[in-house]
């Protein structure tokens, strides 16, 4: 079998497979081909082009049972890319699961831990329920409705009396056997959704949105503990067996108390002082701090003796100014929505981050970073002092001779900002 991969730039390649082929196949395929760093967060998505819906294909699903899903006349895509949060609710289940929103067998007496819960998910015999307001796309109607919902083992239910749990008042909604869930890209603008936080269900062998089992939450807490709730009922220990296969033979690890390795970014970046006998880790921030800026400006002082392409030295300022572009997590010119688009397909985990031009100022820049499962967005100034030209993202205090060493001073210090960078949104070419 033949299938077709793109990547973020939307380049693309045909690659041969067999028909038996899993999602993380796939995935090992392409990493081994570009020789990338196997991070275990790459990932094959599945996006369809006329309903705006996209998913991430779970790493045991076979590939061709996806493609066998598709109408001919789609023109639906594979797409190879990282996502950070595809088991981010194993290493850090407080955040998924907000209190407000779940509830316990009456048998469980004790308070349940947050890992307790996932215990609960992962169990044959118990299972929490997950409840809470959504919005609902009536079936054959443009309009919306707002309903209270609960997530059962046998199924997605809602009220049909306030937030009544009585049996005679819960009608059936949706179970997920032979259904995919998806989240809505542009749900707003193709079906007219409340919010932006939609999701839905499509049913395996349909291709028409009329069998679309629509629903919008009000923020994104509330939509990703609403589609990992169902990830978890749908896929079972399977989900946990695919986070831990990367990680088999390796500490060994008890179940749901494993520590996965560091990532690759965590690993590489510490300041170091090499200038005494023996190299130590430079501990304290600040001085972490003035050894970067230091090491920044000798090696631009270096990079006024460095030649360009065509033989004559690089100008010192234009260096300075452009050197940047040329790095994986400079994104030019993108809108904000473009932005938080590309970091929400990379996931809403702590860190993930991009830097792009400023829109309403062309001479700065822009730092867009994933805390909280909120995007946020912090404006770069630079700043002209003696003559030199410097960085900032706090008034001055902090200052970067470019937009390189600002990166890696907050891939190490956190300063002003609500967490370190430390995945970086990239677009990848295949």
Not at 42 to 63: K, M
Request: glycine content about 6%; overall charge positive.
């Amino acid at each position: 079998q033949v299938i077709k991969v793109y990547s973020e730039d939307d380049t693309s390649r045909a690659l041969e497979v067999p028909s038996d082929i899993t999602a993380r196949d796939v995935c090992q395929l392409l990493i081994l081909k570009n020789h990338y760093i196997d991070d275990h967060s790459w990932t094959l998505f599945e996006q369809l082009t006329h309903t705006g819906l996209g998913r991430a294909i779970e790493d045991h699903e076979l590939v061709m049972e996806v493609q066998s899903n598709w109408a001919m006349e789609e023109e639906n895509k594979l797409y190879f890319r990282k996502n950070y949060a595809k088991y981010e609710f194993f290493k850090n289940p407080l955040s998924f699961f907000p209190d407000h929103m779940i509830s316990f067998p009456s048998e469980t007496n004790a308070a349940v831990s947050h890992s307790g819960v996932l215990q609960m998910f992962l169990s044959s015999s118990t299972y929490p329920e997950i409840h809470g307001y959504l919005h609902a796309k009536e079936q054959g109607k443009k309009s919306w409705k707002k309903l209270y919902f609960l997530l059962r083992r046998s199924g997605l239910y809602f009220s049909t009396k306030g937030t009544s749990k009585e049996p005679r008042h819960l009608q059936f909604f949706c179970e997920f056997s032979n259904s995919d869930m998806y989240m809505s890209l542009t749900g707003k603008k193709i079906f007219g959704a409340p919010t932006s936080y939609g999701f839905c269900f499509k049913p395996n062998k349909s291709g028409g949105t009329r069998d679309l089992k629509q629903l919008c939450a009000d923020d994104e807490q509330s939509r990703t503990c609403w589609m990992t709730a169902i990830r978890l009922l749908k896929y079972g220990m399977q989900l946990y067996q695919n986070y831990m296969q990367p990680y088999q033979g390796r500490s060994g690890g008890s179940p749901l108390n494993v520590t996965p390795m560091r990532s690759i970014s965590e690993n590489s970046l510490v300041a170091m002082d090499f200038s005494g006998h023996r190299s130590r880790i430079i501990e304290n921030p600040t001085e972490a701090l003035s050894v970067a800026v230091e090491e920044g400006l000798a090696w631009r002082r270096r990079g006024c003796l460095r030649l360009n392409s065509h033989g004559s030295p690089i100008a010192m300022s234009n260096m300075g100014m452009s050197i940047h572009r040329s790095q994986s997590w400079f994104h030019h010119k993108i809108s904000r929505e473009e932005a938080q688009r590309l970091i929400l397909q990379h996931g809403l985990v702590d860190g993930v981050f991009l830097v792009r031009d400023s829109q309403s100022n062309p001479k700065t820049f822009v730092l867009s970073l994933s805390h909280g499962l909120k995007i946020k967005h912090f404006q770069i100034v630079p700043l002209e002092d003696d003559g030199k030209l410097f960085y900032t993202l706090d008034d001055g205090h902090t200052r970067f001779t470019d937009l390189i060493q600002l990166v890696e001073f907050y891939q190490l210090n956190k300063g002003v900002l609500p967490c370190k960078l430390k995945h970086y949104c990239a677009r990848i070419a295949l």
